[in-house]
């Protein structure tokens, strides 16, 4: 196993502000649109998480010229995988699904994985923000298991959300890519 660059590092929070921000947005919109209690819970309780998760990593970012605003900039899969979510993704259980079963996993995955390449001596205030951010979406994952659950249950719901997971699948829509750094 490689350790991680700093610059590599940098490269990696700043994809996860954007990606949080992003995901903030498409969740939020997602949880005005949709009917269950449980599940708009569940969404507005992950957004709002995404929007904090987001603030800290901006806060991380280098603060030297040309300054943090520098690393917001969306890259092209970031853009294309949102944009991609877009009028494929609708139903209660097929956002659920996306958000609870694929999006945020991915993200965690790759915070694990960043971790995992982090030094106690050369990464510490890095390292102390990916063990929060790792617990926080962890605890995102398990609060809305049951809403998941639930909701995926409701007639027509499991079927949508496979038919979502298909078409995100045949339109080359897929998470992973956003954390390769």
Sequence with gaps: MSFITAGDSVERMATYCRVEQSTFALLGGWTAEIDQPAAKLALASAADHCAWRARRWFEMLPTAPPG??????PTEIELETFDGLTGIVTGAGARLSVAFDQLLPA??????SHLDR????ADAPVRRLLRIAITDVTEDL????DAVRAVLGLPGEREGADRVRADLMSAGVSFDPLFRA
């Design 68 to 73: 943090p605003d520098a690393f917001l900039t």
């Design 142 to 145: 398990e609060s809305a298991a």
């Design 107 to 112: 993200l965690r995955d790759a915070m694990r």
């Design 118 to 121: 982090t030094t106690s001596v």
